[in-house]
């Protein structure tokens, strides 16, 4: 259905912007543009900034030897925070110009150059918002043609003009009332905008979208818990639950285009903590799914926490290499799981290759040929990974050239008290308490070897954090902390190069990169503010 509601858009210099782009005859990405990912190294025109879900740059001009003398070139202060997070976004690069979603539905086209403000947009939503008010963020705009595409706090999906900022049109994805809320960073693919759901700290069905991008008008749609004459149908009891199963797809999946598949990960069961309402593995929650970009038929899944009972959903960036394994080449997905494990999987079948642990966690060490992790404690002889996780849904990067997954690890010491719920329309139905250890709690950033598993280099941070990871070919890998240091590594030895304090913890979201006016720029969104950085002359290598 095709709806409009009512909204607020501040024009900013918005004109001067598209009489500049026109005067240029500058558009936005074609989708062959978008296939061609870092081709053009002036642009970051998707959420990980190519199809792969990589979040590893071609640059090379920012080095391991010169990565110490990078200086601020400018900040923007968005003046809007929420609820002690701020900027989760990636903001989008194309000539020039930055377009970035901010807490509350804010968004703004800036200067690349300055960070000057071309046009700021506002939503103006609703005083009874459910999930939307616990956790008021975006993560990113999806960019086709000269259209923006941004989902809403209460469960819409916008386009915007990207030259004006001005609507173009708005969809309800779901009723926000009942406690669904959208925050996750479309990801365009050929003739279609896909979005996920948030909600399933509520007790809603999740489900991924796919819409026609002229018209709004909804494609296909997949539900993460299956009817019960559906395949995984059985893995939930027969009736009373699986319409308020959870499963919520809130974080940006990748895109095979030669397999013309999609991978997302989908979130937690609800309610959280307490499953003897929901007796079986409960699919597809807790898991990756690979579904056909023109349909969204389900063409594999593998669930990563059977009947999960802690929170560790997997929403997750999967990534996605082209890489020998066993002698032959192979096409995988990777995935570092809340649950403390990564895996490695056949893309094409979603056959498990890989699983090890990547933390100390003892719940469990080893997968079993079936393919869950054999647990060992259940919460009852030591600690659990908190409801955080041992990751979260902060981007990871992977460098295809050493071979290494770079991920921001959390050890953590919860113990889960399963308590039964009362359950109701856009009210929480968390399941019981989770105590934490805070004296046990830190994180480290670490270089995972993805044919074996074992942790190359870590470098550890204080206390446990939701930074995400960067990487370039130039060997530099770009992380955070939750204290709000920004920083630069080696990427063969996890030496810390270079550390800027941003003031705010850098939480959900990781750094980009691109080329503007002969130098690379590297920017930050942490807490309110984005910043950019870039090398002074003097610094710059030779014959750039």
Known sequence: MR???????????????????????????????????????????????????????????????????????????????????????TPLVWDGVLYVTGPNNYAWALDARTG?????????????????????VNRGFGMLGDQLFMVTLDAHLLSFDRTTGDILWDVELADYRIGYAATVAPLIVDGKV??????????????????????????WRFYTIPSPDEPGGDTWPFTGVRERGGGGTWMTGSYDP???????????????????????????????????????????????TPHDMNDWDSNHVPVQADITWGGRPRKVVMVANRNGFFYVLDRETGELLLGTPFTDTTWAREIGPDGRPII?????????????????????????????????ARETCATFIPEKPEIAPGQRSSGGTVWVDSDQGYSALRAIDVFTGERRWEFRYPTPTLAGVMSTAAGVVFGGDNEGNFMAFDADTGENLWHYPTGSSIWGTAAITHMLDGKQHVLIPAGGTLTSFALPDDALPAGR
């Open 3 to 89: 709806v409009i509601r009512p909204v607020m858009v501040a024009a900013l210099l918005s004109a001067p912007l598209a009489v500049w782009l026109g005067a240029q005859g500058r558009s936005g990405p074609t989708y062959q543009q978008l296939l061609e990912g870092f081709s053009d190294p002036a642009r970051w025109p998707t959420f990980s900034g190519d199809y792969s879900g990589r979040r590893h740059s071609p640059l090379t001009q920012i080095t391991p030897a010169n990565v110490h003398r990078l200086a601020a070139q400018w900040t923007f202060q968005s003046g809007t925070t929420a609820r002690g997070r701020g900027f989760e976004t």
């Open 116 to 136: 000057r403000q071309f046009w700021q947009y506002r939503r103006e939503l609703p005083d009874d918002l459910t999930y939307g008010r616990s956790a008021p």
């Open 194 to 219: 896909i979005v996920g759901i948030s909600g399933g700290e509520y007790p809603t069905k999740g489900f991924i979208d796919a819409y026609d991008p002229a018209t709004g008008e909804r494609d």
């Open 258 to 304: 030669e397999l013309n598949l999609i991978y997302w990960g989908t979130g937690n069961p609800n309610p959280d903590y307490y499953g003897d309402d929901r007796l079986g593995d409960n699919l597809y929650t807790a898991s990756i799914v690979a579904l056909e970009a023109d349909t969204g038929t389900l063409r594999w899944h593998y669930q990563f």
């Open 376 to 408: 060992l404690n259940d919460g009852s002889q030591g600690c659990l990974p908190d409801y955080w996780g041992g990751t979260n849904f902060m981007p990871p990067s992977f460098d295809p050239a050493r071979g290494l997954f770079f991920v921001t």
